[in-house]
């Protein structure tokens, strides 16, 4: 299957830093996404991102679908940005699956 | 907003008891998804739903089993639950092709 690999694993940030996640995939995909899981285990949606680039506030992402990578960035962050952000990946419109990196665990600090 | 509810946030049952998890979602989506998830090893696939009556196995079904007699809705079973099963079980729900959204998660531990 695809591999997803996330780095870094974890990331330690002072309030009102930036951040760069990044997510590297082995094949080309047909669907892209971002997840941020809060303290109590939701995933919400940040980004659905094939290709291009997509801005959201602070947040916004960016997908490289011919070098396989995606980045996300966070900006100016806040200690409700903390959790794990998780990057997945679909193959293509015929494999229904997403597989999932590890993720990005983030903390900021007030 | 799309909404994914799963019945039961937490659950305690003991080994060797029938788990229903039950999932359902409000926008008519085909394909529905249960994975599970445990420290240090990410989300993983249990089973998948292409369509009503339609499914098919993830990465690790062993030991589960999943129905899917309307659209709406997504069951997850554990036939006899071990405690190799206690995890955070996730639902999720999609048009084909598109933005996938989770439910909050069902916490269960198996005693």
């Known amino acids: 299957g695809i591999q997803v690999e996330q780095s870094p694993p974890d990331l330690i940030l002072q309030e009102g830093a930036n951040s760069t996640l990044r997510c590297n995939f082995s094949d080309s995909v047909n669907n892209l996404q971002w997840f941020h899981q809060n303290p109590w285990g939701q995933l919400i949606n940040l980004f659905y991102i094939p290709s291009g680039t997509k801005q959201n506030g602070r947040l916004s992402a960016t997908t490289v679908a011919t070098e396989r990578y995606s980045l996300l960035y966070i900006s100016s962050s806040q200690t409700t940005d903390s959790g794990v952000y998780f990057c997945?990946?679909?193959?293509?419109?015929?494999?229904?699956?997403?597989?999932f990196g590890a993720g990005t665990t983030v903390t900021v600090r007030a | 907003d799309v909404k994914v509810t799963q019945s039961s946030r937490y659950l305690v049952k003991r080994t060797g008891e029938k788990v229903f998890l039950e999932c359902v979602q409000d926008m008519d989506h085909e394909n529905m998804f249960w994975y599970r998830q445990d420290p240090g090893l990410g989300l993983r696939l249990i089973y998948f739903?292409?369509?009503?009556?339609?499914?098919e196995k993830g990465d690790i079904p062993e030991g589960y089993s999943v129905s899917r007699e309307k659209k709406e809705r997504f069951s997850l079973i554990l036939e006899s639950a071990s405690t190799n099963q206690t995890s955070m079980y996730l639902c999720?729900?999609?048009?084909?092709?598109?933005?996938?959204?989770f439910g909050e998660g069902s916490w269960l531990t198996v005693v």
């Open positions: 739903s292409y369509d009503v009556k339609m499914k």
């Open positions: 999720a729900s999609r048009h084909r092709g598109n933005t996938i959204y």
């Open positions: 997945a990946v679909e193959r293509s419109a015929n494999d229904y699956k997403l597989s």
